[in-house]
């Protein structure tokens, strides 16, 4: 065999072993990844407990907060290992301290931010949130009470699966928008949930096969909030118009804005 002959086969033995050890890698580590875990495409970062939340910048993409019996900061790999994310955490005492001081480098990574999802958190409660510069979410919220203190260019979304909740106090500085309502993962069982119609299969000889009831709407967005105590200043803007509130006090400068449902509009004028 010629030696050139022989210095190719090395060579595509040698590729051929690469992959092979490459793919073994692979397997290994997606053999531990706990398939049960639906953001296991996420890194924790920290797992110190904590249970209120001040957070500075990542207005420029989306960070979602969600209940778990562990508490901990997790970042996307791709936002990581493709985007050169970074973010601060730290806890003292029992609050999570975070800074997202990233700016998107150009066009592409500003689209990117604007769409993805960088950052999750996680804890079994969180008792208020400040934040400045940042735009952040809690989804499927399971708690009664809340205090949110937004500033500089902000957006805070809280999405609830309680309907009912006792008290929230919000305050809103510079140019803030701060949104409450039902999750639609609530569902509210109901006698006027009932089927909306139904649809009959027949098959190629047109003889009736099967019949399929349509699936009741039983979604509910309206909620109730007991209490709200509510400072807003700037050019801020407060949407509670899907709740219901049995007890609101109210500071609001010209400059902003309130949203409210007819029975807390009434509250309101006394």
């Known amino acids: 065999m010629k030696l050139s002959s022989k210095i190719l086969l090395a060579t595509f033995l ?53 209940q778990s019996e562990k508490p901990s900061v997790r970042v996307s790999r791709d936002w990581v290992n493709y985007h050169g994310g970074h973010i601060k955490a730290e806890v003292k005492n029992d609050t999570l301290f975070l800074s997202f001081d990233q700016s998107p480098a150009n066009g592409f990574e500003k689209f990117w931010l604007q769409n993805a999802e960088p950052v999750r958190i996680f804890s079994p409660e969180l008792l208020s949130v400040t934040g400045n510069n940042t735009n952040f979410e809690m989804q499927k919220l399971r708690q009664k009470t809340l205090t949110v203190n937004m500033s500089g260019h902000s957006r805070f979304e809280v999405e609830s699966l309680w309907p009912d909740m006792d008290s929230i106090n919000i305050t809103q500085r510079d140019s803030t928008k701060v949104v409450f309502e039902m999750s639609t993962d609530y569902r509210k069982s109901s006698p006027d949930a009932q089927p909306k119609g139904k649809v009959v299969v027949h098959n190629i000889a047109g003889v009736r096969s099967a019949e399929i009831t349509a699936p009741p709407t039983d979604y509910n967005g309206g909620m109730t909030i007991r209490s ?17 509130i049995q007890n609101l006090q109210l500071q ?19």
Request: glycine fraction near 6%; aromatic fraction near 8%; charged fraction near 20%.
């Open 14 to 66: 040698l590729m051929i072993a690469a992959v092979l050890s490459s793919n073994m890698i692979l397997k290994k580590q997606y053999d531990q990844i706990d398939k049960s875990d639906i953001y296991w495409t996420y890194d924790k970062i920290l797992e110190s407990p904590f249970r209120h939340l001040k957070i500075t910048g990542g207005n420029s993409t989306n960070i979602y907060y969600e």
């Open 228 to 244: 709200v105590t509510a400072d807003i200043k700037g050019h801020s803007i407060l949407d509670i118009g899907h709740a219901q």
């Open 252 to 270: 609001i400068q010209d400059t902003s804005a309130i949203v409210l449902s007819g029975n807390a509009l009434k509250l309101s004028k006394q």
